[in-house]
């Protein structure tokens, strides 16, 4: 299957960490990427992270995965208000560059 | 470097009339991906090229749309005629390395199309 899929919503207190989650259903997938779409936007790219890995950290941001649930996390340390925005969870397959995407999980900051 | 490019950013048309869009992407890079992304939903791929050949055309609705790469550089999206459904942010994306390489998607800011 192709489904990426993530909870809707998010809100945290500025300061605090978020964690936002991503479940994908095809085991064959090579990289797995976190997007960041501002209102009016495009996507902008955070981070990604090769199936063979299982965390990656890049400054306040930390990504889990766990390929024998086939689960992906984003954690943002320290929370800003500038973080608001929408995050989607992308996949790519083996031999393929094109992504699939989640519906997005919109992160609120609340100050 | 310079990001990807798109034009125009808006647009507002009726059904049954046609729209263009244009993208230019990052310098250098081989790969070109359309994107439709409708309210509320992830963006899903319309086409990809590579260079200015077509490596994957298969959710693009052949029969109103359209879109070429022509010396494998700049790319046109068509819609024609356009349908109420046919609202959406249209984004273009490109990557420097080819098929399976794991190269990162860049996008541009999309463009906004309602169709009335």
């Known amino acids: 299957g192709e489904d990426v899929e993530q909870s809707l919503f998010l809100s945290v207190r500025e300061g605090d960490s978020s964690v936002i989650n991503c479940t994908y259903t095809?085991?064959?997938?090579?990289?797995l990427y976190w997007y960041k779409q501002e209102p009016g936007a495009g996507l902008q790219l955070l981070t990604y992270?090769?199936?063979?890995?299982d965390m990656k950290q890049d400054q306040r941001l930390t990504v889990l995965l766990n390929k024998k649930d086939k689960h992906l996390s984003l954690r943002i340390a320290d929370t800003q208000t500038g973080d608001s925005a929408i995050y989607f969870c992308a996949e790519s397959k083996s031999g393929a560059n094109n992504l699939f995407f989640g519906t997005g999980t919109r992160l609120t900051v609340i100050p | 470097e310079a990001g990807v490019a798109q034009s125009p950013r808006y647009k507002i048309i009726e059904k049954r009339q046609s729209v263009a869009f244009w993208c230019n992407p990052i310098s250098g890079h081989a790969t070109l991906y359309w994107y439709q992304q409708i309210l509320g939903q992830g963006p899903k791929l319309l086409i990809q090229?590579?260079?200015?050949?077509?490596?994957?055309d298969s959710q693009l609705p052949k029969d109103r749309f359209s879109a070429e790469r022509l010396k494998g550089v700049d790319s046109t999206l068509k819609i024609q005629p356009a349908k109420l459904e046919d609202s959406a942010v249209y984004l273009c994306a490109s990557s420097l390395g080819t098929r399976g390489t794991g190269s990162p998607l860049h996008f541009g800011n999309g463009t906004r199309l309602t169709v009335t």
């Open positions: 090229f590579q260079n200015n050949g077509v490596v994957d």
């Open positions: 095809d085991s064959s997938s090579t990289y």
């Open positions: 992270i090769f199936s063979n890995m």
